[in-house]
Structures are given as structure tokens and as C-alpha cells.
């Protein structure tokens, strides 16, 4: 985990997204390629969007924007992939939030040796904390759907890969 000083604070880079937030010297996530300071903000989004009880599951794009950012490091390939698909499927596709779940169900019943995915070399515009900090509501969904384009566009070397596998074990 990078540190830098800004102005007499402590601040922490996030290796997935490389966001440098205030640093609160928390342990990185053991899940994914983030400061823990980057993981609390993760956890805030998903408390806000789970409150809502949308009927589309938005809050899966938030799923798949967040581990595909920070893949790398301790992310596991399964997660990468399942949330590369996931970006296809409503970025490109139009799928619901319900309808990516059940695309992941589907891809879970079938064994797979996930390749090891080599992540964008990229400082991104959009993060977790750009979401929280637009206007909760229409404008923060907005700000997800953004977010969850940029990070799907930055995976471009992966785009054949994940087209392939969403035709060949999804629609047959």
C-alpha cells in the first residue's frame, strides 16, 4: 500500500483504482486489490444501495464495477471473471442487476479454470467515492452507471475473452 503525504495528511493509495484517500490505517481487503480505507467506502455503497430495495439489483453493478477495478493482488480469477460478465451483460447487453445474478448462476454450475487476468495499467477518472459523493438518488444510480462504463471500457483487452465466454455458456 502506497503512502503519500498531502499538506500534513496522511493519505493512502487504493492499488485497484489507485484513489488516494485519507488514510484511517486500516488493514488492506483481504478480498480484493484495495486499501481498507477503499473497502469502508465500498461498504457504505452497498449499505445505501441495498436500503433502496430496487427491484433491478443495481446494487450488482456496484459488485462488478468494484472487482473489476481492483482485480490484481488477492482478488481471485473467479471474481474477475464473474464481474467482467457482469459489466458485458449490463453495459452492453442491457441486463438488470436480477438478470446478471442469474447469468452468474449459470456460469457457477459449470467447472472453469479462470485464467489469471492481468488488469488495466490505468488511473481511473470514476471510483467508489466519486458514486458517494454524487446526490443520493437518480443522480448517485447515474454516477454508478458511469463508473460501471469506464471500468467495463478499461478492460478492452478482455472484451473478445468475455464476449466468448457469455456466447458459449450463456447463450445456447
Known sequence: MRRYFRMGNLLVESPGCKRKLP???????????ASGECWQLYGELTVYNMSKND????????????GAQHSGGV?????TAFALVGLYLSVECGYTG?????????????RHDWPRFEPPHQT????????????????????LKAWAEEVWKSWEHYHDWVRTI???????
Not at 427491484?55 to 468494484?66: G, T
Not at 436480477?98 to 456460469?107: D, E, G, R
Not at 481511473?124 to 454516477?143: N, Q
Not at 456466447?167 to 445456447?172: D, S, V
Open 98 to 110: 436480477k438478470q446478471v445474478q442469474k447469468a452468474h448462476m449459470k456460469l457457477a454450475k459449470r
Open 124 to 143: 481511473y477518472s470514476l471510483t467508489v467515492f466519486d458514486v458517494l459523493r454524487a446526490e443520493p438518488g437518480k443522480k448517485r444510480d447515474e454516477m
Open 55 to 66: 427491484p433491478d439489483f443495481i446494487h450488482q453493478l456496484a459488485v462488478d464495477a468494484y
Open 166 to 172: 457469455c456466447h458459449q455458456w450463456l447463450h445456447r
Open 23 to 33: 488514510s484511517k490505517n486500516l488493514e488492506p481487503c483481504d478480498r480484493y486489490h
Open 75 to 79: 482478488t481471485r480469477s473467479i471474481t
